[in-house]
């Protein structure tokens, strides 16, 4: 199969205009209305933008839920690493401050330490020039897709053997 059709077939698109902007690998099916738009993707950082929806509401006053906050910070950080299967195994996350209806949240990802097939990636969030979030996002780049590990079967092998 050429490169060509490995792309398209991938959906691997290219993001940024100069040499250092590299091609996105991972996450490539995600809905970018709730998890953000990549805005530059070099290897190791990510800029990602958020733009809040009616659909993200939490209360009658324009509150976003953390939870769309976290999913995008997670998103900007499997962008960092930029391997096709990347998972997320832990955080340490702070909300520093609330995001309401029609904010845009810019959040920025840098892998800061790599071991093996871990990474560590730092993310912050801003609106405007507020910070509303900061979190270490702990990383593991597997063999295959999560989903086709067989994790189950190892470990009812390892109980049967007992």
């Excluded at 709730?34 to 933008?49: N, P, Q, S, T």
């Excluded at 998103?75 to 990347?86: F, S, T």
Aim: charged fraction near 30%; proline fraction near 1%; include cysteine.
């Amino acid at each position: 199969m050429s490169e060509e059709h490995i792309e398209e077939d991938l959906e691997i698109e290219d993001y940024g205009d100069d040499e250092n902007s590299v091609l996105v690998k991972t996450h490539e099916k995600i809905d970018v209305d709730l998890c953000g738009e990549i805005i530059k993707v070099e290897r190791g950082y990510v800029e990602l933008r958020l733009t809040t929806t009616p659909n993200m509401i939490a209360d009658s006053v324009g509150l976003i839920h953390g939870g769309f906050i976290f999913s995008a910070a997670d998103y900007a950080a499997m962008l960092a690493v930029n391997e096709k299967n990347v998972v997320l195994v832990a955080s340490d996350c702070q909300f520093l401050s609330p995001v309401k209806f029609h904010d845009e949240v810019n959040f920025i990802a840098r892998v800061r330490h790599q071991e093996g097939r871990k990474r560590n990636v730092h993310v912050e969030a801003f609106v405007l020039d507020i910070k509303v979030f900061e979190g270490e996002f702990k990383t593991v780049i597997t063999d295959r897709h999560v989903l086709k590990l067989n994790l189950l079967e190892d470990e009812e092998n390892e109980s049967s053997e007992d």
